[in-house]
């Protein structure tokens, strides 16, 4: 069946440094591609998407490209902040009106 | 977008009773979500509803235990019925957006079960 794995955490970072939290995804079909944000006490929230191999997505500094040969959606980060810190959720959505599937969540902490 | 909201925010329920969690969005839609994010896990979707019809549960849960109500396209609720510790999650509604394929979440209801 489909899903996306995603490495664990916590993820533990000086302010400042570079992310990456891979993602890979298993699909019998051409998925949309997600990065979900949960902040402490906070719902979820999209941070970026992607919808086709090849495409990049970007938000707030952060981006993901949609790499079909390698089946991945890694997360990067140039020079991240406290304010960073949450649980980044990488999920799929094979068509429009159907569930998306969830990783498990990778724990990003920041100190500054 | 979509604006959800989520009723209650938290609550502590004592085992053996039920409890209703509200979603109200801010605009129509034809399917809502309800979904279970269980201590330190990943989301798992309970079930789809839909208005006018039967909510379509996923594998592992059943609508006795979790019977949903989707009275218009702007409201559903999620019961928890004959709660036990092991019911203690954060129950999130949400939505799609507008031919995007996203989905847009409540802030979630957090429930401890004592």
């Known amino acids: 069946g489909d899903s996306v794995t995603q490495m664990e955490g916590p993820v533990t970072l000086s302010e400042e440094a570079f992310l990456t939290i891979n993602c890979t995804y298993t699909?019998?079909?051409?998925?949309?591609l997600f990065w979900y944000v949960q902040y402490p006490g906070e719902g979820l929230q999209l941070l970026l998407k992607?919808?086709?191999?090849?495409d990049k997505g970007s938000n707030k500094g952060f981006e993901a490209t949609y790499r079909k040969e390698t089946t991945s959606f890694h997360l990067e980060k140039g020079s991240v902040q406290v304010s960073d810190s949450a649980v980044y959720f990488c999920a799929l959505n094979l068509e429009y009106g159907n569930k998306l599937v969830f990783g498990a969540g990778t724990i990003l902490r920041v100190k500054s | 977008s979509a604006v959800i909201s989520q009723k209650p925010s938290r609550d502590i329920c004592q085992r053996g009773t039920s409890l209703t969690i509200q979603c109200q969005v801010d605009s129509q839609v034809t399917m809502m979500f309800w979904y279970r994010q269980q201590p330190g896990q990943s989301l798992t979707l309970i079930a789809t509803a839909n208005q006018g019809s039967e909510a379509t549960y996923e594998s592992g849960f059943v609508i006795d235990k979790f019977p949903i109500s989707r009275p218009n396209l702007t409201f559903s609720t999620l019961t928890v019925s004959n709660m036990s510790p092991e019911d203690s999650s954060i129950y999130l509604c949400s939505v799609e957006g507008q031919n995007t394929g996203e989905l847009f979440f409540g802030e979630g209801s957090r429930l401890t079960v004592l």
């Open positions: 992607a919808t086709k191999a090849d």
């Open positions: 699909a019998t079909g051409y998925p949309s």
